[in-house]
């Protein structure tokens, strides 16, 4: 038997109910699902695709070392033989290198224009004059100072060697040389002899033809090179400080040419004498070419240090004695390849999109339960807004994790390097913390929507501007390591940014891991000074907490239970107070009513004093107890208030189908919306089974049905399966809910011929019409609301449809509208009629057409000469019959009930036949349709008094 306590059904049950439902609404959905996931592999696959035709391009042979054949041992054969003598400049960069040369140690000599001479702005005389900058003469200065000149003099003396002839068989070890030119990341070729600026050899005096030149064996051929003279000369300076300053007054600025003074190196020889050497160097380390990443410019430093030590020796031990610098030589290093990541390249703005994608997904997923009112017509039946919170989220999340495993899982697998260089733990972290986020956020964004459309254009619109606004705004902001980062943690509370960052650094950890052949971001990685990793982890999961508990909030205050949507059954109410406010004091709400109260019928005002003795009672035998419920909306855009319910009395007893019929706009809606706990009433209440509409919402949804005048139902799921979700809502398990289900179907005609395993979307209206009132019957609820359920029924599903209704009102209260007066006479036990926002009567049909009835409509056609005769005869009938209508011999008279007899009637037509010709004639009882026209009609007048 099936369980109808109907307590509310527990936590889990609602859980377990909404679960199954979403699962089998997922494998309608499977063909979406597969779209869905079918997204990442393509946008993986095109990574893939570019990175080949990358690749291609970076294998060609002039973009790898350069190779040859050679007959090596005379055979005739040749073998190939790679190297860097057969390469040319592009080419050298990837070659093994076992031998690397050794090149001479050269100095960083600044470029002639740019040379320290004397100037308006530093007060030294001992620097030369500026004309010599013209003539590209200018000499090069090392500046000196420390505690003892004398010492520092005769020293500075032996720096620069004498002016002496370049003699090639002592190598180039003992002439001094330098270069303006960058250095960079390698050393394997030293740019100096490849660079189109001169190689200086410095003299302390420059003779007239001092130039020369030497070859250098470079790949296959030998290169010849000039080595200009220029004269070396050294200042003393009495304090470092001095040296500090005047450095610090020379130093070039962008590009601006004035105030320039560069000097080759500084000397502080501190404290040093005959048995003490102690020196400090002043160089410039901004010579260097920026692709590096660390002062390659010291790799011209060597050579000044080596000629003060020189001069120290030479000044202990005499010119013979010498400190040779030889050569400088980079390590070997085996074969490399030129890779270039595309994925890492690409990643950031394709996978922000990608992982984006989700959002608008889960968006139109609430939105849909919301514009369709599946949200609450599931509330309504039971479903309370914890277990659909936690299933709603748990399966999004369930979702977007599976599309993200296949995601990185796709990625892994065709190589890309942004997913297998990075440690998967931080990727895991990292998007299991977005994905929450983002779900989070979805939720509070769906209040915002009621369309399912524009919330799609306005999710992807924001899918797309956020991927391009931070691949081409928010990026530079990143690269540019001089912006303040707080202002980029400021720009990283937007989620698709902190996204857009976190999917950078991974893509540019990957780009040098790969580049370099290391590895990409660790875990020790997250403490690097510009990683935004840590930055970004912790505002997303701050951000999580704060949205998700703001959604709730939110969906509880402005969403939940209230009008803010469009009601399932009727009109949207714009704004909504919060719950707490409609507790008023029920004092307040009597003056008001009087006024009805005096034009109210006999047969209301009883009803309303019925009422009123129960609620002072406290008798809860009733079913349904409305006690002057209220409804106005206020006025807006300039219109007056509108009262839609005007203190409305009712009480309803069990196995009661009652019957609300009025013309369109009555207020009908009005009241069924405050019923079902859609709008809260503006004073008054109503109480369920000795439950208050206005605070046990929920407990009353346990114990009630609704079948609502339009069908809510999810297009994708079978007849069946939305009876066994609403009958789990219900607290129905096991066999009880498999035979409530059959029974169910059984009832309402879908169970033949497979119709309950179709989807509904493919139902006729009257099936799905029939479908919506097995809902609202399942698991026994005790009070059902009805609204027009049988509007679009053939005639044989309607009485169907009566049959289950009679059969299902013996143990509850039924409230049911209509338009149908045959319906409600064949359903209903009482009837209201409800004109302008209050009853005009109330009663059972029969009372209702006797009261207002009461009479007989008599018709009798004949030639018009025999008007006269048939007035006489229906006068002889009952004198206070009344001629209602007349036309070219056809006249209609109302007979009082109480005054005729059938049979009299039958007597006087057959004896009025045999004195004139009677065409036709015709004796009708009022029917119910009189009734509620002439009460709609006497009920009129109200509209013009409110
Ligand atoms: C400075 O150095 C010279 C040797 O070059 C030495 O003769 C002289 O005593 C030194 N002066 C001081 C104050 O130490
Ligand atoms: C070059 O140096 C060598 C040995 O140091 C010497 O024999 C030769 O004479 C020098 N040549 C010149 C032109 O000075
Ligand atoms: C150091 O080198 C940089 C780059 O070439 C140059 O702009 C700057 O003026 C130099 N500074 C000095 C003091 O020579
Ligand atoms: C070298 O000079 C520095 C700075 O004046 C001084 O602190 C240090 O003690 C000196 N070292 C020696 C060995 O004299
Ligand atoms: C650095 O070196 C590369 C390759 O040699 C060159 O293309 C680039 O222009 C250099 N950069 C600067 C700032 O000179």
Redesign the pocket.
């Known amino acids: 038997m099936a369980d109808s306590t109907n307590g509310s059904s527990s936590f889990w049950t609602q859980a377990n109910a909404l679960f199954r439902k979403n699962l089998t609404f997922q494998r309608r959905n499977i063909r979406t699902n597969l779209r869905l996931i079918l997204f990442p592999l393509v946008l993986c696959l095109l990574l893939v695709l570019l990175q080949t035709i990358v690749n291609i391009e970076l294998d060609k042979p002039s973009n790898k070392c350069g190779c040859t054949c050679i007959d090596q041992n005379g055979d005739g054969q040749c073998e190939r033989v790679c190297g860097i003598q057969y390469s040319d400049l592009d080419q050298v960069a990837t070659c093994s290198i076992p031998s690397p040369p050794e090149w001479p140690p050269l100095l960083q000599v600044p470029d002639s224009q740019f040379r320290a001479v004397r100037t308006d702005f530093l007060s030294f005389g001992d620097l030369p004059n500026d004309s010599c900058r013209s003539t590209g003469s200018c000499p090069i200065t090392v500046l000196m100072t420390g505690n003892n000149q004398s010492l520092g003099e005769s020293l500075a003396r032996n720096i620069f060697p004498i002016s002496s002839n370049f003699n090639s068989s002592n190598g180039l070890a003992n002439v001094v040389l330098g270069s303006a030119s960058e250095t960079q990341i390698f050393n394997f070729l030293e740019p100096a002899f490849f660079s189109s600026l001169p190689l200086y050899h410095v003299q302390s005096q420059c003779r007239a033809n001092s130039t020369f030149s030497i070859s250098i064996p470079l790949a296959s051929t030998i290169m010849e090179k000039e080595i200009i003279c220029v004269q070396g000369q050294h200042s003393w300076r009495n304090s470092s400080t001095d040296i500090n300053n005047e450095l610090y007054a020379g130093y070039r600025k962008g590009n601006s040419e004035e105030k320039i003074n560069e000097i080759l190196a500084g000397y502080d020889l ?2 040093s004498n005959a048995n ?1 050497y ?1 020196v ?1 160097i002043w160089f410039n380390s901004t010579y260097k070419n920026d692709t590096g990443n660390g002062p390659i410019g010291t790799v011209r430093v060597p050579r000044s240090i080596n000629l003060v030590s020189n001069a120290f020796l030479q000044l202990l031990r005499g010119p013979s004695t010498q400190m040779l610098f030889d050569f400088i030589k980079e390590t070997p290093k085996p074969e490399t390849e030129i890779r270039l990541d595309f994925s890492s390249l690409l990643g950031p703005l394709f996978f922000t999109w990608v992982i984006l994608q989700l959002f608008p997904i889960v968006l139109t997923a609430l939105v849909y339960e919301k514009q369709q009112n599946l949200r609450i017509m599931m509330k309504m039946h039971g479903l309370g807004d914890g277990p659909y919170w936690m299933i709603s989220y748990a399966y999004f999340l369930a979702i977007s994790l599976v599309y993200m495993f296949c995601f990185v899982a796709f990625g892994s697998v065709v190589g890309l390097k942004f997913f297998t260089l990075n440690a998967y733990s931080i990727q895991f972290v990292f998007y299991v913390i977005y994905i929450n986020l983002q779900i989070s956020l979805a939720f509070l964004v769906a209040a915002l929507f009621s369309n399912v459309k524009t919330a799609a254009v306005v999710g992807y619109i924001t899918v797309f501007a956020t991927g391009l606004l931070g691949g081409f705004f928010f990026q530079f902001f990143l690269q540019d390591t001089s912006f303040p980062r707080a202002w980029i943690v400021v720009m990283e509370l937007y989620p698709g940014f902190s996204l857009y960052a976190g999917l950078y650094e991974f893509s540019q950890y990957a780009f040098t891991g790969n580049y370099m052949g290391t590895d990409g971001m660790r875990w020790s990685d997250l403490s690097d000074s510009n990683n935004e990793m840590s930055h970004v982890l912790i505002i997303m999961i701050v951000e999580w907490v704060v949205v998700f508990f703001l959604a709730y909030y939110i969906d509880q205050v402005v969403t939940a239970g209230s009008g803010a949507r469009k009601s399932p059954l009727f009109f949207l109410e714009k704004f909504k107070k919060k719950p707490f406010s409609s507790f008023r004091k029920p004092s307040l709400q009597r003056q008001g009513s009087k006024v009805y109260v005096q034009l109210e019928k006999p047969d209301v005002a009883q009803e309303r004093e019925r009422v009123e003795q129960l609620v002072v009672d406290q008798d809860r035998s009733h079913d349904i107890v409305c006690d002057n419920l209220k409804k106005v909306y206020p006025g807006r855009d300039g219109n007056p208030e509108k009262i839609a319910v005007r203190g409305l009395s009712l009480a309803l007893s069990t196995g009661e189908c009652f019957g609300m019929l009025g013309p369109n706009g009555a207020g009908k809606t009005s009241f069924i919306n405050m019923m079902i706990g859609l709008v809260k009433p503006s004073s008054g209440t109503a109480y369920v089974r000795g439950l208050d509409i206005r605070s046990d919402m929920d407990g009353i949804y346990a114990n009630m049905g609704v079948c609502p005048q339009h069908d809510l139902l999810w297009e994708t799921l079978t007849g069946r399966e939305h009876l066994l979700f609403y009958g789990r809502l219900k607290n129905l398990k096991g066999a009880a809910l498999t035979q409530a289900v059959e029974e169910s179907l059984r009832s309402v005609n879908l169970f033949n011929g497979g119709v309950a395993d179709k989807q509904s979307g493919k139902y006729s209206g009257g099936m799905k019409r029939r479908l919506s009132v097995a809902i609202s019957l399942i698991g026994d609820p005790k009070v059902v609301y009805m609204d027009e359920p049988s509007t679009g029924l053939d005639p044989a599903s309607r009485n169907n449809l009566w049959n289950v209704v009679k059969r299902a009102k013996q143990n509850r209260a039924i409230i049911l509208t209509t338009h149908s007066m045959e319906e409600a006479e064949h359903l209903c036990d009482r009837l209201g009629i409800f004109v302008d926002g209050s009853l005009q009567c109330v009663g059972n049909p029969k009372e209702l057409k006797g009261r207002y009835g009461g009479s007989y409509v008599f018709t009798m056609t004949t030639s018009s000469n025999h008007e006269a005769d048939v007035e006489n005869l229906v006068k002889g009938l009952s004198p206070d019959a009344k001629k209602i209508y007349e036309i070219s011999g056809t006249q209609k008279f109302e007979l009082p009930k109480e005054a005729i007899k059938i049979a009299d009637v039958f007597r006087a037509v057959e004896n009025a036949k045999s004195r004139f010709d009677v065409q036709a004639w015709g004796l009708a009882d009022t029917t119910l349709e009189d009734v509620f026209i002439k009460v709609a009609r006497e009920a009129q007048p109200f509209d013009v008094l409110s």
């Open positions: 501190l404290n003490n102690n400090t």
